[in-house]
Nanobody, 124 residues
Framework: VQLQASGGGLVQAGGSLRLSCAAS????????VGWFRQVPGKEREFVAA????????LHADSVKGRFTISRDIAKSTVYLQMNSLKPEDTAVYYC??????????????????WGQGTQVTVSS
């Protein structure tokens, strides 16, 4: 599975962005998908995850109510809709896929495949 993350950019605080994670390869529907973010000098942080079917999601407390993860199985794409962005959301955002039977996976070291990352910058 190959993942391509896109949709990052520069936005003012309070604005919105939608990140996309497009997958190529077989059986993407067999993979749970997560979004993570990382700021230079800090550890990678879990943001959200979605189950294989797309029916179960989990969002970190820091983004709950503002971000929404979703997936379009037909398009092999997972989205992260980000609303009410804050300067502290500034980071490189990565999507990742894990072959799992569980609904979602939080630990980044369990993920099998990673996208290249997309920069999100929120100005105050």
């Amino acid at each position: 599975v190959q993942l391509q993350a896109s949709g990052g950019g520069l936005v003012q605080a309070g604005g919105s962005l939608r990140l996309s994670c497009a997958a190529s390869g077989r059986l993407f529907s067999a993979y749970g998908v997560g979004w993570f973010r990382q700021v230079p000098g800090k550890e990678r942080e879990f943001v959200a995850a979605i189950s294989r079917s797309g029916t179960v999601t989990l969002h970190a407390d820091s983004v709950k109510g503002r971000f929404t993860i979703s997936r379009d199985i037909a398009k092999s794409t997972v989205y992260l809709q980000m609303n009410s962005l804050k300067p502290e959301d500034t980071a490189v955002y990565y999507c990742a896929a894990v072959r799992t039977s569980t609904a979602w996976v939080v630990a980044d070291n369990l993920y099998d495949f990673w996208g290249q990352g997309t920069q999100v910058t929120v100005s105050s």
